[in-house]
């Protein structure tokens, strides 16, 4: 059930996005058949690879983060640092890029903390969970 990262992605903060969310609570899918989490990951990718300052975050998606009632999931994370789940996002450019800029800002941070100041509006609110880095617990 796990499938390793190619080398490119390793070491770096990632977004996991939710391949499977649904679009709306009454639609899985869109008029074109695909589902919220893949329209997401497809903004993610766009808004990443149109502009500048998102060098280093990956985007990753998969199957399933299991937060059904908060569709658009993603997760945040990075090796030794602290990471997080946020949800109820839109499958659009605005929210992809909220997204990556608090990414970009949690790479740039020593443990993956990044102060509220620094919180892009589009993912404030959005916060489901953070996730100490294996062998350590937040304070």
Known sequence: ?????????????????????????????DGEGLRGGARLAAALRDVKAAEEGFAGVEVQDMPCLFACKRFCTIHIRA??????????????AEAARAILTYAAAHAQSEEGVVRYAHWPDGVKGHFITRTPPEGYLCT
């Open 79 to 92: 090796p030794g640092k602290v990471g997080y789940v946020l949800g109820d996002f839109s499958a659009d």
């Open 1 to 29: 059930m796990l499938r390793a990262l190619d080398e490119g992605g390793a070491g770096k903060t990632q977004v996991v996005v939710c391949s499977t969310c649904r679009h709306t609570s009454e639609a899985r899918e």
